[in-house]
RNA sequence: GGCCCGUUGGUCAAGCGGCUAAGACACCGGCCUCUCACGCCGGUAACGCGAGUUCGAUUCUCGCACGGGUCACCA
């Protein structure tokens, strides 16, 4: 059998759709799941849309993801290069020979002739397309204006009748009527060639076996067949995959900062989640396991389960994906990640961040939602009495005061040396024990006093340690105080 | 508008003629607990509509509705 090749042909734009980077990974999966390669292919003949840079963005997210390429631009291969601006030269030859086989031929229309159809065609209520006006056109005519250097095109000659049939891995067998379809232009006046046929040539020339490509050229498609034909190549496997949206009208757009992967990034997403989540959208294993590593994804992945209709990209879904790869870190990696986030807004020294990471590893679902988690332990925040109102902890007003009150000496009786945890812990189960109340009556209050919040990473043992007997007791104080008044 | 594609809970989705129509996220309830989370247990919730084909349609066919895509010297 024929060695898997696939590629991804991305513009670059500047900008990594999350679509795009999905239609990557799936590329990327249907390689390695093959023992094939995988091709970086740069899709740059839009000079218009050429962004400086951009190239760079597309290596760095694609290595960021593991879908590391086998060949490319930057480390070359067989079948470049790999950059589509520089394989300008061959495109031309190939469409010359269609010229010659008969199956394309040379266009002199001029722009205003054009806009004069169209603008003819609007005014009659038809669908414009090109009246093929120099398809019969005589080799004597051709040549005369070839050497008087009029400009040209060069447009595929679709045949005027009959159909044409594509196939799609996914959706099977799509039939047109030829009458359908344009005689689409091959190469531009500039001597450039158009996407779609560069495309087609280019995934010849590289040996590609399995395109993967959005749902937007499924239309186009009937027309790659033709040329296939009529070059008398292999048709290589398609597979359409469908977008992903934002909601059921609109497709994620950069417009909303939500479309691509660096947005993701900065709203505190783990690649690793946001790779599995995407491989999700649009994807469905076999099994009930949704949690795979790229690794597992290559044993996992099956074409098959792809679905043919538009995925909404759920960011609840992501969230809960990523909270998982959270808790998955180790320790020394959460802290490389958090620590960040908690300085944000803990700018203090004396305390113990790989505490506080421990505290918090389980309840993050996403690194930027730390610093707001933790910003009580810099300064204790304005807060209300009614925090010490709870109704399973048995606690209001008066008896949090009369806990506070009696918090006080028993935590100044515990020396500097002796601050930490155990001792705290067990000598507030002293008190609790001694008094005979619930535990919640003497740790609820405390908790409120020393965080001001209604929830916290850890509970009142762990704060008090962390931010220190001195600053425990003023907290403590200025709680008594506030219960106090009135 | 022409052509192409799609339509299962709020979301992602399994299903491929006969099922009490999976699972995950979200939501709700409970347990655990020095708070909130985490974790564990349980619950609510779906086949767009109308005709066929068939003993039997979520599944096959047709029509309708709705949604998307595409109709460039852009990719």
């Known amino acids: 059998m024929k060695k898997v090749r696939t590629r991804f042909a991305p513009s670059p734009t500047g900008y990594m759709h999350i679509g795009n980077l999905r239609t990557a990974l799936f590329t990327y999966l249907i390689a390695k799941q093959n023992d094939g390669d995988f091709i970086l292919r740069i899709e740059d003949t839009d000079r218009e849309r050429y962004v400086e840079g951009a190239v760079d963005v597309i290596y760095k997210t694609l290595k960021q993801c593991g879908l590391q390429w086998d060949e490319g631009p930057d480390i070359g291969g067989p079948v470049g290069p790999y950059v589509q601006s520089e394989r300008m030269g061959m495109f031309k030859k190939y469409a010359v020979d269609l010229v010659d086989k008969g199956e394309a031929y040379y266009c ?226 959460y802290m490389e990640y958090a620590t960040p986030y908690i300085r944000q807004s803990v700018k203090r020294e004396d305390i113990d961040i790989s505490r506080i990471c421990s505290l918090l590893q389980d309840r993050t679902e996403v690194f930027t939602d730390i610093p707001e988690k933790v910003d009580f332990f810099d300064k204790l925040p304005e807060y209300g009495k009614e925090l010490y109102v709870h109704k399973k902890m048995k606690t209001n007003e008066e008896n949090s005061l009369e806990a506070l009150e009696s918090i006080v000496p028993v935590l100044q009786g515990i020396d500097d040396k002796d601050w930490n945890e155990e001792t705290i812990h067990d000598k507030l189960f002293e008190l609790i024990a001694q008094k005979g109340v619930k535990n919640g009556v003497i740790m609820w209050p405390l908790r409120v006093a020393v965080s001001g919040k209604m929830s916290t990473p850890g509970g009142a043992v762990e704060i008090a340690a962390l931010i220190g007997k001195a600053d425990t007791l003023e907290r403590v104080a200025k709680g008594i105080e506030l219960l106090k008044n009135n």
């Open 108 to 333: 002199f229309c001029d722009k205003e002739r054009l806009d004069t159809l169209k603008a003819q065609c609007e005014a009659e209520g038809r669908t414009y397309s090109y009246d093929r006006h120099c398809r019969c056109l005589s080799c004597e005519e051709v040549k005369a204006k070839l050497d008087a250097g009029t400009p040209y095109v060069i447009r595929q000659k679709i045949p005027t009748e009959g159909q044409v049939t594509f196939h799609d891995e996914l959706y099977g067998d799509i039939t047109v009527d030829c009458t359908e379809l344009e005689d689409q232009i091959l190469i531009k006046t500039d001597g450039m060639p158009t996407y779609n046929f560069a495309n087609v040539v280019d995934d010849h020339l590289m040996g590609i076996t399995h395109v993967v490509r959005g749902n937007e050229y499924l239309a186009s498609a009937p027309k790659y067949n033709l040329l296939y034909k009529a070059f008398g190549w292999e048709v290589p496997t398609y597979i359409h995959v469908e977008h992903i949206m934002k909601d059921k009208q609109h497709k994620l757009s950069k417009r909303d900062g939500d479309a691509s992967f660096e947005d993701l990034m900065n709203k505190g997403y783990l690649t690793e989640a946001v790779v599995n989540y995407i491989a999700l959208l649009g994807w469905a294993p076999k099994g009930e396991e949704e949690i795979f590593t790229l690794d597992e994804l290559i044993k996992e992945f099956d074409i098959h389960g792809l679905s043919k209709s538009p995925a909404i990209f759920d960011p609840l879904k992501l969230t809960a994906i990523n909270a998982k790869y959270i808790k998955k870190l180790t320790p020394e990696k």
